[in-house]
């Protein structure tokens, strides 16, 4: 893998209790995107690969109980396509690339 990537997904792994708290604490945490890039867990899902969108949105279609959605992006109308094609009562929640490297940075940790 590259180490760009290595250091993201490093990154995703410390941040990834707050999404689960912050999606009401149920059910199991997204822990890794694995090669696809998403995930779709009991209460939430997470999208970084927004290549994989059709395919994250009908797995989150497909999920009773999915309230929140996560995509990782820092691009503006890439947000705003997956956010039309969420499902209704699904909250899209933006989490800016940068904001996993600046919570690398935070923690003082040298990855």
Do not use: K
């Amino acid at each position: 893998e590259a180490p760009l990537s290595v250091r993201h997904n490093r990154a995703f792994e410390r941040v990834a209790p707050m999404l689960w708290l912050r999606a009401g604490s149920r059910g199991r945490v997204i822990c890794d995107l694995g090669e696809d890039g998403w995930d779709v867990a009991d209460s939430y899902g997470v999208l970084e690969n927004l290549d994989q969108s059709d395919e994250f949105v009908a797995a989150v279609s497909a999920r009773e109980g999915v309230d929140i959605a996560f995509v990782v992006t820092d691009d503006d109308s890439a947000f705003q396509m997956v956010c039309r094609e969420l499902p209704s009562g699904v909250v899209p929640v933006r989490l800016y690339e940068s904001y996993l490297q600046n919570f690398e940075i935070n923690t003082g940790r040298s990855l």
